[in-house]
């Protein structure tokens, strides 16, 4: 069973808005790091977002900072990626992802999803 399931993909135009959603299930991530990565067609899978398991810290790729912002709410065993300004180079597949540290998040973490396809058109 997969631990972590995305929602909030979809069709949007470039400058449009879209808000995704990653639910822990099976169990729970509240002492885990979290993030989120992003692969385009043809492409390798990127790192986007990340936030520590007290959601004190965050980090962002430099393609999306000022654009997204993470969050999550522990309470709910969920965790979101606010996506604003959004461009055609956007276009993706959004994986959450988690693991015991933020350094992990960051670069190779245990915990995927199965993703929620992104896509701007211009």
């Known amino acids: 069973q997969v631990p972590l399931v995305e929602s909030g993909g979809g069709l949007v135009q470039a400058g449009g808005s879209l808000r995704l959603s990653c639910a822990a299930s099976?169990?729970?991530?509240?002492?885990?790091?979290m993030g989120w990565f992003r692969q385009a067609l043809g492409d390798e899978r990127e790192f986007v977002a990340g936030?520590?398991?007290?959601?004190?810290?965050?980090y962002y790729a430099d393609s999306v900072k000022g654009r997204f912002t993470i969050s999550r709410d522990s309470a709910k065993n969920m965790m979101y990626l606010q996506m604003n300004s959004l461009k055609p180079e956007d276009t993706a597949i959004y994986y959450c992802?988690?693991?015991?540290?933020?350094?992990?998040?960051?670069?190779?973490?245990?915990?995927w999803g199965q993703g929620t396809q992104v896509t701007v058109s211009s």
């Open positions: 992802v988690a693991d015991e540290s933020i350094r992990a998040v960051v670069a190779t973490p245990h915990y």
């Open positions: 099976g169990r729970t991530f509240n002492n885990y790091a």
């Open positions: 936030i520590s398991w007290r959601g004190g810290s965050t």
